[in-house]
């Protein structure tokens, strides 16, 4: 095969030639396409993961807003409790002085 190669008249050899160089660029154009695929989709895994760093960050301060959201409704609760007992305290002394008049 290879000597019906040598064989072949300049046009084929010519022709052979650049089917095969044309096939090479095809494939090296294929090949930086994918390339070119491959760095966007590390782009994107890069954008992905500094995205969910910040959703992490997110989670953690809703969190902590939660948990400071809880602490002050307790405290009002407790607020609204002794305030209750006032109150109650100053109603009770108003019965003692209206008894001592």
Do not use: F, N
């Not at 070119?36 to 997110?58: A, I, N, V």
């Amino acid at each position: 095969m290879m000597e019906d190669a040598l064989r072949a008249p300049r046009h084929a050899k010519i022709d052979r030639l650049t089917r095969s160089l044309s096939h090479c660029v095809s494939l090296v154009a294929a090949l930086d396409a994918e390339l070119k695929h491959d760095e966007e989709l590390e782009s994107s895994r890069l954008k992905l993961r500094k995205l969910e760093g910040d959703l992490e960050l997110q989670r953690k301060l809703v969190e902590e807003l939660r948990t400071v959201v809880r602490g002050t409704h307790l405290q009002m609760q407790t607020y609204e409790a002794r305030v209750m007992d006032l109150e109650c305290d100053i109603a009770s002394r108003d019965t003692e002085v209206a008894e001592l008049r």
